[in-house]
């Protein structure tokens, strides 16, 4: 068999939602018993889309994601939706979907959360997983992006992975810092640093001593020349 690049199914995926449909994988058919199995599952998903958000009151909220109509998984326990609030004062925003074939409109109040709140990062590590499943449809345009939110929320993709480092030694041998969080771990890992950081300069200061008599013996030859 001839080799064959990977799907791109974040790319399939969004083509098909801003298309207004949907697709089925391979696996999807396999696993299915019957026709009939297939048939309502493709009925459920064209009979069940997000469609937008919109701002009623007058709070800037941007940067939503989806950013655009997709379709409802089946047997989905929530649906997802994402975006930055620039507000002090709460935001009152309407979800709009499309259940079979019938407009239906959520409203809901959203307030700021403070940024010392306890699961802010689980919350920004989620904003920036949404943003990457739209960045990824697109991989070569979007991988300065995708790698700079990946390395920053620590979300493997397309172009990272994850490094688990348990010991000194992987932590000496990457020159990666342990997280604070880690006492015994880092304050070693901070030791290390420090008497390597003295042994360099110390070794320095013996070459450039050494360096230095060489040139003190061969200006005293020059003078007795």
Known sequence: ??????????????????????????????????????????????QRRYLRTDTINNVNVHDIYPSHSVTLEP???????VGKMSSAVSAQIVVSFLISNELHRK???????????????????????????????????????????????????????ILVLETLQQHIAYNICPHPSR???????????????????????TKLAAILNLWNARCTWYDKA
């Open 1 to 46: 068999n001839a080799a064959r690049e990977p799907a791109n199914f974040s790319l399939i995926n969004y083509l098909t939602n801003v298309s207004g449909g949907g697709y089925i994988s391979r696996e999807k058919i396999l696993a299915q018993n019957s026709a009939n199995h297939i048939v309502r599952w493709i009925d459920y998903k064209s």
């Open 75 to 81: 047997n989905a326990e929530r649906f997802i939706l």
């Open 107 to 161: 409203e809901v109040v959203i307030d700021r959360v403070d940024s010392t709140y306890d699961n802010c990062g689980l919350l920004r590590r989620l904003y920036a997983k949404q943003m990457l499943n739209e960045l990824t449809a697109f991989p070569k345009i979007n991988k300065r992006h995708i790698l700079d939110i990946a390395m920053k929320y620590s979300i493997v993709s397309d172009f990272t992975s």
């Open 183 to 205: 006492t015994t771990l880092y304050n070693h890992y901070m030791n290390y640093q420090h008497n390597k950081k003295q042994v360099d300069l110390k070794n320095n200061e």
